[in-house]
T-cell receptor, first 113, second 110 residues
């Protein structure tokens, strides 16, 4: 398995809802990442997990809460989002060698209404 | 501040023409450098990494440390090359973060 799988592919949620995005990989990668991509913009890093521990938080608002239950799974819990949080949320994973690139999932298209 | 610059938002060429997508970086140390491509309705995928000195889909990229550039080149563009291209440095060792440039959209016309 050489893919990163994200679910759901699309999500519409209200500003008072609580939802979660899920990401899974079975490549043995020990680092996993969340990125946010707005339309016509490059992906922006949100969180980095290495060996299931949060190592980088790019000053993301607390309404986004990441979780890494094990080395294959990464979740992003969403609560009290704003319409401006609507975006494509990308998950990625990588090996612990810098010369290797990241493998990206196809993303979850989130719309906050 | 560390950053990566892709000066062209849009690069439009005809099929068969040479292509050069520019990338300049300003980083301390020696970052690993990558090119990623995002085709329409497809996931972001790795195209090239400088350390491997490979040619993928006819594209090559040369790291010029003196000019701090990592331009992406292809001698003869094809219509299927139309996509968004991102230059992305990854600094440090281990899991240090990958940061994307602003991207260049390549449009290859028949």
């Amino acid at each position: 398995d050489t893919e990163v799988t994200q679910t759901p592919k699309h999500l519409v949620m209200g500003m008072t809802n609580k939802k979660s995005l899920k990401c899974e990989q079975h490549m043995g990668h020990r680092a996993m990442y969340w990125y946010k991509q707005k339309a016509k913009k490059p992906p922006e890093l949100m969180f980095v997990y290495s060996y299931e521990k949060l190592s980088i938080n790019e000053s993301v608002p607390s309404r986004f809460s990441p979780e890494c239950p094990n080395s294959s799974l990464l979740n992003l819990h969403l609560h009290a989002l704003q319409p401006e949080d609507s975006a494509l949320y990308l998950c990625a994973s990588s090996q612990d060698r810098p010369e290797y690139g990241y493998t990206f999932g196809s993303g979850t298209r989130l719309t906050v209404v | 501040a560390q950053r990566v610059t892709q000066p062209e938002k849009l690069l439009s060429v005809f099929k068969g023409a040479p292509v050069e997508l520019k990338c300049n970086y300003s980083y301390s140390g020696s970052p690993e450098l990558f090119w990623y491509v995002q085709y329409s309705r497809q996931r972001l995928q790795l195209l090239l990494r400088h350390i491997s000195r490979e040619s993928i889909k006819g594209f090559t990229a040369d790291l010029n440390k003196g000019e701090t550039s990592f331009h992406l080149k292809k001698p003869f563009a094809q219509e299927e090359d139309s996509a968004m291209y991102y230059c992305a440095p990854r600094e440090g060792t281990g899991f240090q973060k990958l940061v994307f440039g602003t991207g260049t959209r390549l449009l290859v016309s028949p």
